[in-house]
């Protein structure tokens, strides 16, 4: 058998370079043990020290406060905007309960029927305020309608202007007529030039005004003007017969 011959004896410790740029290893006592712990778990798990710091800045009461600031603006921004409504409100009410202010009354001036490719209603309106103290603000939004038997057969906006204390004022309204053909009695009425002919209309409005007296106002009023007229003819000329306005507050 052959002989083993005996495995070569380590090489000597080389001596230590303390001029080595490499990392240099503590000296590690007898009955020292080094415990090497993987990367992502020395990143991953943080030391007791700084969880007790995220937990601290987590019960902090810095974000409860910050929340509760956000709620009382919100809660007084409601409140304020809810006494501003009830502000108002009185003072309208107080407004329409001391002043009283009266309806403005309407009577129908002229009556005109423009035939041509538009077909157009021009009647002449005059307003009245009565009222001595207070103004009046006619708003936009009013809608004005031209019947004949029950039937609407023109239609047109309501202006907006403002009309002083105890004064008149008169206004055009421009009613552009219904598609179609004219009811008969309206075109019986142009085309006979010999013989005049009648015919009524009924002119509805609906109105949104607003009570002014110095820098007081009132809340916005709708009121809703019927007026039977009746004209001798629709030919040239035409004149107004008779007439009766009712005005209500809605």
Known sequence: MEERLPPPPPPPPQPYDTNSPKLQIPYIGPGTYVVQVPKDQVYRIPPPENARIAESYRNSPGRDKKKSCCCCFLICLIVFIAILIIIGALIGGLFSIVLKPKSPKFSIQRFQLKNSTHPLYNITLKVNNPNSKV????????????????????????????????SSKEIRLALKASKGDFPKE?????????????????????VHAQMKMWSLRSGTITYNITCKVKVDTLAKNTRVISQQCETKRV
């Open 135 to 166: 103004g009046i603000n006619y708003k936009e939004g009013g809608d004005v309608s031209l019947l004949l038997k029950q039937r609407k057969i023109a239609s047109g906006a309501y202006p907006s202007f403002y009309e002083a204390h105890d």
């Open 186 to 206: 309206v075109d019986k009425s142009m085309k006979n030039k010999k013989k005049k002919v009648n015919v009524t209309f009924t002119l509805t409005m609906k």
